[in-house]
């Protein structure tokens, strides 16, 4: 549940600071960067907690 709430408050986060900006050129491409990594580090995270969970 909480991997699926850190990503949806990632990608709020990631929408607004890009608007927030202001520049219209590499919009998309710096808010799929940005939820590329978002989702590497929860997937990161997931696999460690999932590790812990089986020791």
């Known amino acids: 549940m ?3 709430l850190s990503l949806a408050g990632c990608t709020i986060g ?10 219209k050129e590499g919009y998309v491409h710096r808010v799929t ?3 590329v990594g978002a989702v590497i ?15």
Do not use: N, P
């Open 14 to 23: 990631t929408l607004s600071i890009q608007l927030a900006t202001g520049q």
């Open 2 to 4: 909480w991997i699926g």
């Open 41 to 55: 580090v929860l997937a990161a995270a997931t696999g460690i907690f999932a590790l812990a969970g089986l020791l």
């Open 33 to 35: 960067l940005s939820l």
